[in-house]
């Protein structure tokens, strides 16, 4: 079966390339400031005998570029027809990370969300409810500590099942050259 391309979205400094690097042993640069990841990375991971290609992208606000980092990333989720996006949000500023999320939904790619940095969250006295999430936006959510391995598991376990779902044809969009 052909490889499968995974995408990882989200807000800057959400920790996407923190969990990059969890996913594909590699080591790219992290810190706690936005806008670090400028260009697109590739990193592999194998899953269940599948050849899973993970793709750290950019920090984005929305879809709509409106620097060349955020146009690398949205060409990528738009054009470059990932066989699904892992949208990482900050647990502790859903609502602001929720935007992005909204778009990405719209494209119809296949999604999954992390809610990343639970940990903070739950220093300061937020309840995260994945479960409600999940049924109101009809797609996987789960929590996660990226920097400390925490959720790690189950996202593979989620990228399993992709992996072992038959790939559908995609539809090209018309903004694609
Ligand atoms: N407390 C906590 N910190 C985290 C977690 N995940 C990542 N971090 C930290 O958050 C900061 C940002 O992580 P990055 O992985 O660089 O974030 P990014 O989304 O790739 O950022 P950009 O490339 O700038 O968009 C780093 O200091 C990480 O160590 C987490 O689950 N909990
Ligand atoms: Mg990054």
Redesign the pocket.
């Known amino acids: 079966m052909a490889d499968l391309t995974i995408a990882?979205a989200?807000?800057?400094?959400?920790?996407?390339?923190?969990?990059?690097?969890a996913l594909t042993g590699r080591h790219?640069?992290?810190?706690?400031?936005?806008?670090?990841?400028?260009a697109k990375q590739e990193g592999k991971l194998m899953i269940e005998g599948k050849h899973l290609t993970i793709i750290?992208l950019?920090?984005t606000y929305s879809l709509s570029a409106h620097s060349p980092e955020e146009e690398i990333a949205r060409n990528f989720i738009v054009c470059g027809r990932p066989d699904a996006v892992v949208n990482?949000l900050d647990a502790a500023n859903l609502e602001r990370n929720l935007y992005l999320s909204a778009q990405i939904l719209e494209t119809g790619v296949p999604m999954i969300l992390v809610l990343?940095?639970?940990?903070?969250a739950t220093a300061r006295g937020l309840q995260i409810h994945p479960e409600v999430l999940s049924t109101r936006l009809g797609i996987p959510v789960i929590t996660?500590?990226?920097?400390?391995g925490?959720g790690l598991g189950e996202l593979k376990r989620l990228l399993a099942t992709i992996a072992r779902t038959p790939r559908e044809a995609m539809l090209g969009s018309s903004v694609c050259a």
């Open positions: 990882l989200g807000n800057p400094n959400v920790g996407k390339s923190t969990l990059f690097n790219q640069h992290v810190g706690n400031w936005p806008g670090k990841t400028v750290d950019p920090g990482v990343n940095m639970t940990d903070v996660m500590a990226a920097s400390r925490q």
